[in-house]
């Protein structure tokens, strides 16, 4: 498969996903966000322009891109987000606006629709208003995300709620789901922390226990019995309690693009975090080229980056190895298996941090913050 330097050229690996991080700047402060854990450095700050981001929406579908993630940070924070989303439907692209909606009111939801957004994904933080903002770190956002969520459904749009799962809120995932119900959502994702970034920084405090991920594995599997005729629902098993890690991202550089809001371009979300790594901006390179050339994109296609176990593992073409992201911050070496795999030599990493949290002392979650790490509540 690969053909030039590792490079790989065949048509299944074009991408089908751009996730485009419009800003880092957001009105929560998740503990488990996925921004980088220096979101608010000043190289973020210099945000593509409107015509910038419509350039790339147009380069992307030409590469095959299908769907679009409109993201952050709160993309809503974007003065130009109605004219974003005017320019993916210009670049044929099926677009998703993935918001916290605090606050998302009824005119700017009609604009979006209006100028084209095809799908609304609200997140939410919890099942009831005090927890939900709790752990969102912000008072009174609760009612906006229903309102909002709500009015996305009357204006016809698709709806997904995103719950993320942790310790803190594991045990009324029947109350998420009992919510989803109320406001008819078309999807619902569950998916548990991935430990890196702001989630690396909080996995003591955000590890659930064996308990609770067993039981709200009962808790799904009954709602999908209930639901599931009406209602996509995705569930997805904490990393650290698996056999084997999941293809992170479909693997690396196969099916999607991230983009920072300066016009970095990364082949995941924590890419950020691999610091030998330099990203191909859009302000200096074509996406054509960052897709097919830049050697950030082709550091670990293919198999030839592999070490054993996996460059001999049946696995291999299944997982592609795990998270590159998650073997560095564990191992020290984004080359590594990643941990979270069973036939990993340094498996006992994750057996340590999984096993007994109910037995060391809660720790306080530390909140996402723009200037650094700022501790509270
Ligand atoms: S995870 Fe929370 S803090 Fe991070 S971008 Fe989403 S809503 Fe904002
Ligand atoms: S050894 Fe590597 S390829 Fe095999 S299952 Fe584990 S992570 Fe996947």
């Known amino acids: 498969m690969s053909d030039n330097g590792g490079r790989a050229h065949s048509n299944d690996e074009r991408p089908a996903t ?60 974007r003065r130009d987000i109605v004219e974003l989303a005017a320019g993916a439907r210009a670049a044929g692209l099926y677009s998703t606006l993935v918001t916290a909606a605090t606050p998302l009111p009824r005119e700017r939801l009609i604009e979006l629709r209006d100028a084209g957004l095809d799908h609304v994904q609200v997140s939410i933080q919890d099942a009831t208003p005090e927890e939900s903002d709790r752990i969102g770190g912000t008072p009174g956002a609760f009612p906006k995300k229903i309102e909002a969520a709500r009015t996305a459904k009357e204006l016809g749009f698709p709806l997904t709620l995103n719950f993320v799962l942790h310790r ?17 959502a078309d999807r619902v994702e569950l998916a548990n922390t991935q430990y890196y970034g702001w989630g690396l920084h909080n996995r003591d405090a955000l590890m659930p226990t064996r308990e609770q991920v067993e039981r709200s594995r009962d808790v799904f599997e009954d709602a999908r019995l209930r639901l599931g005729s009406r209602m996509d629902l995705l569930y997805v098993i904490p990393d650290y309690f698996e056999e084997f890690p999941k293809p992170c991202m479909g693997g690396w550089g196969r099916r999607a693009i991230v983009m920072a809001p300066n016009g970095d371009a990364m082949p995941c979300q924590a890419a950020a975090s691999i610091p030998d790594l330099t990203f191909p901006n859009v302000r200096d390179h074509s ?20 070490q054993e176990p996996c460059r001999s593992c049946a696995r291999r073409d299944l997982d592609y190895g795990g998270c590159r992201c998650q073997a560095l911050l564990l191992t020290g070496d984004a080359r590594a298996t ?27 979650l530390e909140y996402r913050s723009m200037k650094g790490t700022a501790l509270s509540r």
């Open 18 to 77: 751009l996730i485009a991080e419009l800003t880092y700047r957001c009105v929560l402060r998740c503990p488990y966000c996925s921004n980088p854990t220096d979101c608010g450095d000043a190289r973020y700050r210099r945000e593509l322009e409107t015509e910038e981001w419509v350039r790339v929406f147009h380069e992307a579908r030409r590469l095959g891109v299908l769907q679009l993630g409109l993201t952050g940070g709160e993309p809503l924070l």
């Open 168 to 184: 803190h809120n594991l045990d009324r995932l029947g109350g998420m789901l009992a919510l989803a119900e109320e406001l008819d």
């Open 287 to 306: 996406l054509d080229w960052i897709w097919w050339e830049s050697e950030t994109f082709n550091r670990f296609r293919g198999f030839e980056w592999m």
């Open 338 to 364: 990643d941990p979270v795999c069973s036939l990993s030599p340094l498996h006992d990493i994750v057996v340590q941090a999984r096993e007994n949290p109910e037995l060391r002392p809660l720790v306080p």
